[in-house]
């Protein structure tokens, strides 16, 4: 199987930075897209952003300008960083994969979260 391990959150004042890591390891014969979400307390999981297996990006409207994914194909690691960050940033952030394992086909997976909370 395929496992997702984040780190990088934390409390931070709004206006600044944050830059967050995850790493997929395991049996992993192969991973097409990476990205982030996120849920905020009360509400539904959202889309951050995603990287395609070809460097293709889709930012949230509420993420452009502020934050910027990039991927390490090599260490099949995906970086979030960012910038300019609001109140409304505050959440629970979760790196997202969709990887074939040697032993299956292309499914979705999952980090186990990292809190980020953004004081005024």
């Known amino acids: 199987q395929v496992q997702l391990v984040e780190s990088g959150g934390g409390l931070v004042q709004a206006g600044g930075s944050l830059r967050l890591s995850c790493a997929a390891s395991?049996?992993?014969?192969?991973?097409?897209?990476m990205g982030w979400y996120r849920q905020a307390p009360g509400k539904q999981r959202e889309v951050v952003v995603v990287?395609?297996?070809?460097?293709?990006?889709n930012y949230a409207d509420s993420a452009k300008g502020r934050f910027t994914i990039s991927r390490d194909y090599a260490k099949n690691t995906v970086y979030l960083q960012m910038n300019s960050l609001k109140p409304e940033d505050t959440a629970v952030y979760y790196c997202n994969c969709v990887a074939a394992a040697y032993s299956g086909s292309y499914r979705d997976y999952w980090g186990q979260g990292t809190q980020v909370t953004v004081s005024s």
């Open positions: 395991g049996s992993i014969f192969s991973i097409n897209s």
């Open positions: 990287i395609s297996s070809g460097g293709n990006t």
